[in-house]
């Protein structure tokens, strides 16, 4: 598979197309490496922005999150619990914390979001949270669209450019082949 792939590169020599593409990235590639760190730093603001607004403050009381509920059955009876209508909690079981998401695991939502994929480990609860997960999908269309019109330019000036050496180079055979009559006339 590996030497198809190298076959292919090497016929690209000859495809005008192909030639002007490779061209038309190496020229691009400041424009496309700053568009690119562009999208990273976007990324993490709202992998930032998200953490901040799903992740609760800490309760310096209970040394749990705001939104954990790890009490027992035990608790309630000493009075420390509200009253709670679940049945896990009457039957002796501990409820299930809700999990912590670490700021890398937002910022594989947030990239995740942006490229409009739609699919990210942590599950967004909060109103804050799910109106930064709109803007982020939203912001992800015109990031994506940004090379695009880069592209464009660098590889309509890479076919230009390749046009006019082609026609240049035909030119010349044609000015040496009437050259070589000429001497088989004289």
Known sequence: RLSFSFRILRLSRHSLLLN????ALKDAS??????TLFLFVIVFLFACL????EVK??????????????????DCVKGL????????????????????????????????????????SPEILTTAGKIIGGFCAIAGVPLF???????????????????????FMKERMNSLSRGDKEEENS
């Not at 002007?20 to 061209?23: A, D, K, N, V």
């Not at 400041?30 to 568009?35: K, P, W, Y």
């Not at 209508?85 to 670490?102: I, R, T, V, W």
Request: proline share 5%; net charge negative.
């Open 20 to 23: 002007s593409l490779g061209t």
């Open 30 to 35: 400041r424009e496309l490496l700053s568009v």
């Open 50 to 53: 998200e953490y901040l607004a």
């Open 57 to 74: 403050e800490p309760d310096l009381h209970n040394n749990t999150t705001n939104n954990t509920i790890t009490r027992n059955t035990t």
């Open 81 to 120: 619990c509200p009253e709670i209508e679940d049945e896990k909690f009457h039957s002796g079981e501990l409820h299930e914390e809700e999990p912590h998401y670490s700021i890398l695991e937002y910022v594989w939502w947030s990239l995740i979001t942006i490229t409009t994929i739609g699919y990210g």
């Open 145 to 167: 669209a940004i090379p695009i019109p880069i592209l464009s330019k660098h590889l309509d000036r890479s076919i230009q450019r390749e046009q006019r050496k082609n026609e």
